[in-house]
Each structure stands twice: as structure tokens, then as C-alpha cells.
């Protein structure tokens, strides 16, 4: 089994910035951050392969940006210039290298103020 552990979620102003991280307990795949406002669905805000190749949502390029260190298992998501429709909760997902089965974090918020 693979566990995902996430941490950096926070409150801050509309401008500010955070830094979210997920550790996997082993190697992975694909790396990505989810994220589910109030009322909406989950949705795809950037992932990012093993190798290092991006894919971002339209909503957030420019101001955020997704990286992995692969000897660490671990992705980070750099949010900056954040906006009040950031808010949600973020949830980080990787698929396993052996077998090809998909896994969620426990989820983090992030709230910015007006």
C-alpha cells in the first residue's frame, strides 16, 4: 500500500503565496494536485510526470508551479499571486510505479482573504 502525506496548506491574503508538499511512501509515477472547491468538483490544477514534463490548468498558469524530487518521492506545488477562487481543498495524487493503481492524500486547505 502507498500512502501520500500532505502538508503546507494555510490561510493567507489575496497576493500571498504557499508552498504545499506531498510525500509518497515509495517511488511514483505521475504526480498531480487536485484541488475541491465548495460546491464544485475535483478538479486538475497541474501534474507532473517522473521525468519532469508540466501540465498545468488554465486557471493557475502563471502563478503556480509543480515540481517533484524524486529522490525525496516527494511534489510541491508553488502557489503564488494566490486569489480568493484558490480556495479549496487540495489534494495530491501519484500513481504507483508497479501497479499502475492511483492514490490520493488526505487533503489540505488553503484559504485566501479578500
Known amino acids: 500500500q502507498v500512502q501520500l502525506v500532505e502538508s503546507g496548506g494555510g490561510s493567507v491574503q489575496a497576493g500571498g503565496s504557499l508552498r504545499l508538499s506531498c510525500t509518497a511512501s515509495?517511488?511514483?509515477?505521475?504526480m498531480g494536485w487536485y484541488r475541491q472547491a465548495p460546491g464544485k468538483s475535483r478538479e486538475l490544477v497541474a501534474d507532473?510526470?517522473?521525468?519532469?514534463?508540466?501540465n498545468y490548468a488554465d486557471s493557475v498558469k502563471g502563478r503556480f508551479t509543480i515540481s517533484r524530487d524524486n529522490a525525496k518521492n516527494t511534489v510541491y506545488l508553488q502557489m503564488n499571486s494566490l486569489k480568493p477562487e484558490d480556495t479549496a481543498v487540495y489534494y495530491c495524487?501519484?500513481?504507483?510505479?508497479?501497479?499502475?493503481?492511483?492514490?490520493w492524500g488526505q487533503g489540505t486547505q488553503v484559504t485566501v482573504s479578500s
Open positions: 507532473i510526470t517522473s521525468g519532469g514534463s508540466t
Open positions: 495524487n501519484a500513481q504507483s510505479r508497479w501497479s499502475l493503481s492511483y492514490y
Open positions: 515509495r517511488s511514483m509515477n505521475a
